[in-house]
């Protein structure tokens, strides 16, 4: 006979438990009848009744529905395109990997778990995230090859997530295809079209994609496109209405840093400063506002805040970008070792996340043409140009070309990115610094102080180290001849007298 003791059997003992209905003693001990005994049980049967009716009649407030846990709030919040807080984020990856160790050919729930890993991979900088993200997604296409829209826009969202510019659009040209009245596939073709700078179809693709959603994603890619043209007050305009609306802190902070964004790009630094702040007090998990904190507090000539700034943005997400800008900080402050040290981090940085599929090429490009290798940088920067002809991309190709001693090559190509008629109508300082200092080096003077002064005026802080160069540029320039070139229009051509025809004299 076993006489061990189960702990919930020991901790409800019988003294603890009360008897029940049809076993109650009387007072002196007998039992009841059976009659009485079904009589008792018939009242308290009416008494619970009664309750209940009492609970749902009309004068009391009906019990409010329960809230969703943290994984619900984030399918809630990717339901509405907007960014699910890190915490709730981890409680959805845990809860899907649950559920697909119990039903794994759940292609829909394969589907959710791909792109809550590519949402968290492209929040964290863990690029290690990407390939769990592409198994997952290539899962659910497995379990449902036809019709697995959902699947494809995880596909482009990660494409999009590497740097993938062509994939990001096959993929999402095939989910628009499949589901035309869907908004996620648009969302994701806006960046692809971005990123391949093809800005008049990622202006069509935004259009049909306010008329399907007027959620955070709507918002964020109405902001990158009127950036792209040119139209910086319109997108702060489109981000401060949004997130004066935002209904969670990680959508606040989202928005937030994106007007930081532009506020500092515009050279608006104390602005762009007071938005990062904003947003890491809505999400202290928005670590890319750390980075734009970094980049605010070295415009105003903060630098000490401004490394503290950058070095908890890498500790918290080790992006190739911020360990660029620490080191030139670093360099601007005449700190070669610590920036030395920073440039290794960027290359670590760079070769684990192209172990993971990301293309970084634009990030090492910018670094191998000012700090490295720039006939290397060429090289990169040729294919990234020929794969995804974008704006950033003729900057960086051209600016890697004059590092290399190929100026004549390398105006064709900043002219480009500065063309409003091929897309250049981002207002960027660096952009127009790159164009000034290139004509410069030609001789072409006149543009030269042009663009060069342009580049300040949009933000005369936009790097603590190519500013200062900037600003010597334009000084050894000196001011234009007063009163004008002395020929403001070029010379009439001459006119010239048609000749005489030559008439042979005649014999005699």
Same mark, same amino acid.
């Given at each position: 006979?076993?006489?061990?003791?189960?702990?919930?059997?020991?901790?409800?003992?019988?003294?603890?438990?009360?008897?029940?209905?049809?076993?109650?003693?009387?007072?002196?001990?007998?039992?009841?009848?059976?009659?009485?005994?079904?009589?008792?049980?018939?009242?308290?049967?009416?008494?619970?009744?009664?309750?209940?009716?009492?609970?749902?009649?009309?004068?009391? !407030?009906?019990?409010?529905?329960?809230?969703?846990?943290?994984?619900?709030?984030?399918?809630?919040?990717?339901?509405?395109?907007?960014?699910?807080?890190?915490?709730?984020?981890?409680?959805?990856?845990?809860?899907?990997?649950? +559920?697909?160790?119990?039903?794994?050919?759940?292609?829909?729930?394969?589907?959710?778990?791909?792109? !809550?890993?590519?949402?968290?991979?492209?929040?964290?900088?863990?690029?290690?995230?990407?390939?769990?993200?592409?198994?997952?997604?290539?899962?659910?296409?497995? !379990?449902?090859?036809?019709?697995?829209?959902?699947?494809?826009?995880?596909?482009?969202?990660?494409?999009?997530?590497?740097?993938?510019?062509?994939?990001?659009?096959?993929?999402?040209?095939?989910?628009?295809?499949?589901?035309?009245?869907?908004?996620?596939?648009?969302?994701?073709?806006?960046?692809?079209?971005?990123?391949?700078?093809?800005?008049?179809?990622?202006?069509?693709?935004?259009?049909?994609?306010?008329?399907?959603?007027?959620?955070?994603?709507?918002?964020?890619?109405?902001?990158?496109?009127?950036?792209?043209?040119?139209?910086?007050?319109?997108?702060?305009?489109?981000?401060?209405?949004?997130?004066?609306?935002?209904?969670?802190?990680?959508?606040?902070?989202?928005?937030?840093?994106?007007?930081?964004?532009?506020?500092?790009?515009?050279?608006?630094?104390?602005?762009?400063? /007071?938005?990062?702040?904003?947003?890491?007090?809505?999400?202290?998990?928005?670590?890319?506002?750390?980075?734009?904190?970094?980049?605010?507090? !070295?415009?105003?000539?903060?630098?000490?805040?401004?490394?503290?700034?950058? +070095?908890?943005?890498?500790?918290?997400?080790?992006?190739?970008?911020?360990?660029?800008?620490?080191?030139?900080?670093?360099?601007?402050?005449?700190?070669?070792?610590?920036?030395?040290?920073?440039?290794?981090?960027?290359?670590?940085?760079?070769?684990? +996340?192209?172990? /993971?599929?990301?293309?970084?090429?634009?990030?090492?490009?910018?670094?191998?043409?000012? /700090?490295?290798?720039?006939?290397?940088?060429?090289?990169?920067?040729?294919?990234?140009?020929?794969?995804?002809?974008?704006?950033?991309?003729?900057?960086?190709?051209?600016?890697?070309?004059?590092?290399?001693?190929?100026?004549?090559?390398?105006?064709?190509?900043?002219?480009?990115?500065?063309?409003? +008629?091929?897309?250049?109508?981002?207002?960027?300082?660096?952009?127009?610094? /790159?164009?000034?200092?290139?004509?410069?080096?030609?001789?072409?003077?006149?543009?030269?102080?042009?663009?060069?002064?342009?580049?300040?005026?949009?933000?005369?802080?936009?790097?603590?180290?190519?500013?200062?160069?900037?600003?010597?540029?334009?000084?050894?320039?000196?001011?234009?001849?007063?009163?004008?070139?002395?020929?403001?229009?070029?010379?009439?051509?001459?006119?010239?007298?048609?000749?005489?025809?030559?008439?042979?004299?005649?014999?005699?």
């Amino acid at each position: 006979m076993n006489n061990s003791v189960n702990p919930v059997d020991s901790a409800n003992s019988v003294q603890d438990v009360p008897p029940a209905a049809d076993e109650a003693p009387q007072a002196g001990g007998r039992r009841l009848s059976p009659a009485v005994r079904r009589a008792l049980v018939a009242s308290v049967a009416g008494c619970v009744v009664l309750g209940g009716v009492l609970v749902l009649l009309p004068d009391e !407030a009906p019990a409010p529905p329960a809230l969703p846990g943290p994984a619900g709030r984030a399918v809630i919040a990717a339901a509405a395109g907007a960014p699910a807080s890190l915490p709730d984020l981890s409680a959805l990856i845990a809860e899907r990997e649950a +559920q697909l160790r119990a039903n794994p050919r759940d292609d829909r729930t394969w589907a959710a778990l791909g792109a !809550a890993y590519v949402e968290r991979g492209a929040r964290t900088a863990d690029s290690a995230y990407y390939p769990k993200a592409e198994r997952a997604l290539r899962s659910s296409l497995a !379990a449902r090859p036809k019709g697995n829209v959902e699947a494809l826009d995880g596909l482009a969202a990660l494409a999009a997530a590497r740097g993938d510019w062509p994939g990001a659009k096959k993929w999402g040209e095939a989910a628009v295809k499949l589901a035309p009245g869907r908004w996620p596939a648009y969302s994701g073709l806006v960046d692809a079209y971005q990123g391949l700078g093809d800005y008049k179809a990622a202006g069509r693709t935004l259009e049909k994609l306010s008329e399907l959603t007027s959620g955070t994603a709507l918002t964020l890619r109405t902001a990158a496109v009127y950036r792209d043209r040119g139209w910086r007050e319109d997108a702060a305009a489109v981000l401060s209405d949004a997130a004066a609306r935002a209904s969670t802190p990680a959508e606040q902070a989202a928005l937030l840093l994106r007007a930081g964004d532009l506020a500092w790009e515009r050279g608006e630094a104390a602005d762009a400063l /007071h938005h990062f702040d904003a947003a890491l007090a809505a999400d202290p998990d928005c670590h890319a506002a750390l980075a734009g904190r970094g980049r605010a507090l !070295a415009s105003l000539g903060r630098t000490a805040l401004a490394t503290q700034a950058y +070095q908890r943005a890498l500790a918290k997400r080790p992006a190739p970008e911020y360990a660029l800008e620490l080191g030139e900080l670093y360099e601007s402050l005449g700190l070669g070792k610590e920036a030395r040290a920073q440039y290794g981090v960027l290359r670590a940085r760079a070769a684990l +996340q192209s172990a /993971h599929g990301v293309d970084d090429a634009l990030v090492l490009g910018r670094f191998e043409a000012d /700090h490295g290798d720039a006939d290397a940088a060429v090289e990169r920067l040729r294919a990234e140009w020929k794969r995804a002809p974008s704006v950033a991309a003729a900057d960086a190709l051209g600016w890697a070309l004059h590092r290399a001693g190929d100026d004549d090559e390398a105006i064709g190509l900043l002219r480009r990115a500065t063309d409003r +008629q091929k897309g250049g109508t981002v207002r960027s300082a660096l952009i127009m610094y /790159h164009r000034g200092a290139v004509e410069r080096e030609l001789g072409l003077y006149g543009p030269a102080r042009r663009h060069i002064g342009e580049a300040l005026r949009i933000n005369p802080t936009f790097s603590p180290l190519f500013a200062p160069r900037a600003r010597e540029a334009l000084e050894s320039l000196g001011e234009p001849p007063e009163g004008g070139p002395e020929q403001m229009w070029p010379p009439k051509p001459k006119v010239f007298a048609p000749a005489r025809k030559q008439v042979p004299p005649k014999r005699r």
